[in-house]
């Protein structure tokens, strides 16, 4: 068995991991990163590929289970309403993501002392704010500042993306309705922007990026890391978390692509491998210190899984908008009901973005009142659809429930000779709530932009792109397993940086805020190891 050291070691090199390590490789940190994917060439993403919608569906497909590549781990998903989606390499899920970035809403973080519901955050929207700032000009954000849902904060490095005619007829349906929309805030250049071509709005974002406009980590930050000194290790599959005789984070055991163990020894070491990844890792990472799983005295590791339950509605227009294109982010967003109103029979609620609505195949399969179609009816379909519908994209705040949350199966053995992780989650009456009253909105949104015609999903089971919460932050060490700061309560110099340490959910995708927790804790960890050395001294 091989040995090498590093001062800190990361695991995952997806977006809190890029985050995290380029700040520590600016203050020449020793860092070193194991991801046990691969790097991407941006000429292998299918969107500029004429199969682009079958590819997409099968080798290039965001639920691990169906891509089914060697860098994937096994999820077992029969127990869960919500399928994962989450992607395994340099990158991580900012290879497929939307982009979509949005900032947390100010009461977010208090949704205990405002509604009475999960609990509130140890930090607030201010302690982020400088972050999320510095993080849209890292990530080549495209927007407009100003949306009134929102403190004030700097303008985004670049204007917006086109909000494409389907937009312009929902936002103004919105103003006639004194209803709040938005232009889109996007992570994808709207123009040339630190090496980054513009988008070229061919709407395939969610299956790599050929042009290099979408604001995916292995673009933005690894290069960089790595050009201060970070090594970045791909193909290492981390099987356990190691402990000194303190009880002290020391390093990692993984697997190359080969098979053969390596050990790597650190100062600290930091967890970016998604809210499944890092729990996942944490549970099978047993000792006799901690024999129900690494930093978990508190039960809390693998529970409070939120999902964010989605539903759809496409709106069907008469006129032609060529609606195939643009980008897969949002045209425009809309937070008219993203707060709780004391009307409504649900608490909290839902963020709706406006989408294209894709090309023929997706017009094909996409279940319009749960059945399918052929020959005549199904070329009606897809003329119907094709270029002459939008898609409100409706995601509602999920609440942390201790019930919800994955487990290490014994009977569904890995290659590594372990239990297999299994997610076990019930979308709440609550949700259910939301979604059913969002989806008649959404309804009467596309009405009254002009849509002629509307079919709503009420739950899209296979969207499970933001899983959150397994790791929580809290002061109460008996009620969570991160500080506020991000740092392990048991385990002093382990920190997880990861969408795992979400208290609630928010309704707004989560890759900002994500992000900006991550560069906070580097800040923390950059400032206190510089004290300790002056101490030293």
Same mark, same amino acid.
């Not at 163990?261 to 100062?267: A, L, N, R």
């Given at each position: 068995?091989?040995?090498?050291?590093?001062?800190?070691?990361?695991?995952?090199?997806?977006?809190?991991?890029?985050?995290?390590?380029?700040?520590?490789?600016?203050?020449?940190?020793?860092?070193?990163?194991?991801?046990?994917?691969?790097?991407?060439?941006?000429?292998?993403?299918?969107?500029?590929?004429?199969?682009?919608?079958?590819?997409?569906?099968?080798?290039?497909?965001?639920?691990?289970?169906?891509?089914?590549?060697?860098?994937?781990?096994?999820?077992?998903?029969?127990?869960?309403?919500?399928?994962?989606? =989450?992607?395994? $390499?340099?990158?991580? %899920?900012? #290879? @497929?993501?939307?982009? &979509?970035?949005?900032?947390?809403?100010?009461?977010?973080?208090?949704?205990?002392?405002?509604?009475?519901?999960?609990?509130?955050?140890?930090?607030?929207?201010?302690?982020?704010?400088?972050?999320?700032?510095?993080?849209?000009?890292?990530?080549?954000?495209?927007?407009?500042?100003?949306?009134?849902?929102?403190?004030?904060?700097?303008?985004?490095?670049?204007?917006?993306?086109?909000?494409?005619?389907?937009?312009?007829?929902?936002?103004?349906?919105?103003?006639?309705?004194?209803?709040?929309?938005?232009?889109?805030?996007?992570?994808?250049?709207?123009?040339?922007?630190?090496?980054?071509?513009?988008?070229?709005?061919?709407?395939?974002?969610?299956?790599?990026?050929?042009?290099?406009?979408?604001?995916?980590?292995?673009?933005?930050?690894?290069?960089?890391?790595?050009?201060?000194?970070?090594? =970045?290790?791909? $193909?290492?599959?981390? %099987?356990? #978390? @190691?402990?000194?005789? &303190?009880?002290?984070?020391?390093?990692?055991?993984?697997?190359?692509?080969?098979?053969?163990?390596?050990?790597?020894?650190?100062?600290?070491?930091?967890?970016?491998?998604?809210?499944?990844?890092?729990?996942?890792?944490?549970?099978?990472?047993?000792?006799?210190?901690?024999?129900?799983?690494?930093?978990?005295?508190?039960?809390?590791?693998?529970?409070?899984?939120?999902?964010?339950?989605?539903?759809?509605?496409?709106?069907?227009?008469?006129?032609?908008?060529?609606?195939?294109?643009?980008?897969?982010?949002?045209?425009?967003?809309?937070?008219?009901?993203?707060?709780?109103?004391?009307?409504?029979?649900?608490?909290?609620?839902?963020?709706?973005?406006?989408?294209?609505?894709?090309?023929?195949?997706?017009?094909?399969?996409?279940?319009?009142?749960?059945?399918?179609?052929?020959?005549?009816? =199904?070329?009606?379909?897809?003329?119907?659809?094709?270029?002459?519908?939008?898609?409100?994209?409706?995601?509602?705040?999920?609440?942390?429930?201790?019930?919800?949350?994955?487990?290490?199966?014994?009977?569904?053995?890995?290659?590594?000779?372990?239990?297999?992780?299994?997610?076990?989650?019930?979308?709440?009456?609550?949700?259910?709530?939301?979604?059913?009253?969002?989806?008649?909105?959404?309804?009467?949104?596309?009405?009254?932009?002009?849509?002629?015609?509307?079919?709503?999903?009420?739950?899209?089971?296979?969207?499970?792109?933001?899983?959150?919460?397994?790791?929580?932050?809290?002061?109460?060490?008996?009620?969570?397993?991160?500080?506020?700061?991000?740092?392990?309560?048991?385990?002093?110099?382990?920190?997880?940086?990861?969408?795992?340490?979400?208290?609630?959910?928010?309704?707004?995708?989560?890759?900002?805020?994500?992000?900006?927790?991550?560069?906070?804790?580097?800040?923390?960890?950059?400032?206190?190891?510089?004290?300790?050395?002056?101490?030293?001294?």
């Amino acid at each position: 068995m091989s040995k090498t050291t590093t001062e800190i070691l990361i695991i995952g090199a997806g977006l809190s991991g890029a985050v995290t390590a380029l700040q520590l490789a600016r203050s020449n940190i020793k860092v070193t990163c194991l991801e046990q994917g691969q790097w991407n060439n941006r000429e292998d993403y299918p969107g500029d590929k004429p199969d682009f919608e079958l590819l997409s569906m099968g080798p290039w497909h965001a639920n691990p289970n169906v891509r089914k590549s060697p860098a994937d781990y096994s999820i077992l998903d029969d127990t869960s309403d919500i399928k994962p989606m =989450l992607y395994n $390499g340099v990158g991580g %899920s900012t #290879i @497929l993501y939307s982009a &979509h970035w949005m900032r947390f809403l100010p009461s977010d973080f208090n949704v205990h002392s405002l509604d009475g519901v999960g609990k509130n955050w140890p930090i607030n929207y201010h302690d982020l704010a400088p972050h999320y700032n510095q993080n849209d000009i890292d990530f080549g954000v495209s927007g407009i500042a100003g949306d009134p849902a929102y403190p004030d904060f700097p303008e985004y490095p670049m204007p917006p993306l086109p909000i494409q005619p389907w937009g312009e007829r929902v936002a103004n349906a919105h103003h006639k309705m004194g209803w709040h929309w938005w232009p889109g805030s996007n992570a994808i250049a709207s123009l040339p922007y630190k090496g980054r071509r513009p988008c070229v709005q061919r709407s395939t974002c969610r299956a790599g990026c050929n042009e290099g406009a979408k604001g995916s980590v292995d673009q933005t930050h690894w290069p960089e890391a790595i050009a201060c000194g970070a090594i =970045l290790k791909t $193909g290492a599959r981390v %099987s356990r #978390i @190691l402990l000194d005789q &303190h009880g002290l984070a020391c390093g990692a055991l993984f697997k190359d692509a080969s098979g053969n163990t390596h050990k790597i020894e650190s100062e600290i070491v930091i967890l970016a491998s998604h809210a499944i990844g890092s729990a996942q890792l944490l549970l099978k990472s047993t000792s006799p210190k901690f024999p129900n799983g690494l930093a978990n005295h508190s039960d809390q590791v693998g529970r409070n899984l939120m999902m964010h339950p989605l539903s759809r509605v496409i709106g069907f227009f008469d006129e032609p908008m060529m609606s195939w294109q643009g980008h897969w982010g949002q045209s425009i967003y809309s937070l008219e009901f993203a707060e709780t109103r004391p009307e409504h029979d649900f608490v909290r609620g839902a963020k709706w973005n406006l989408s294209p609505s894709g090309g023929p195949l997706s017009a094909a399969l996409y279940p319009i009142d749960e059945s399918r179609c052929w020959g005549k009816p =199904l070329h009606q379909r897809i003329d119907n659809w094709l270029g002459r519908s939008a898609v409100w994209g409706i995601t509602a705040e999920d609440l942390p429930n201790r019930q919800n949350r994955l487990v290490l199966d014994p009977n569904f053995i890995d290659s590594n000779g372990d239990p297999t992780v299994r997610l076990i989650y019930k979308v709440s009456e609550n949700s259910k709530r939301i979604l059913k009253f969002m989806t008649a909105k959404a309804v009467q949104s596309f009405s009254e932009a002009g849509a002629h015609q509307t079919s709503a999903s009420s739950l899209v089971t296979d969207n499970g792109w933001h899983a959150l919460g397994t790791c929580r932050m809290g002061i109460d060490a008996d009620q969570s397993v991160v500080n506020p700061w991000l740092q392990s309560h048991d385990v002093k110099n382990l920190y997880i940086v990861d969408g795992s340490v979400f208290v609630t959910s928010s309704s707004v995708n989560p890759a900002a805020t994500i992000a900006a927790l991550a560069r906070r804790t580097a800040k923390y960890i950059i400032k206190s190891r510089s004290t300790i050395k002056r101490a030293k001294i």
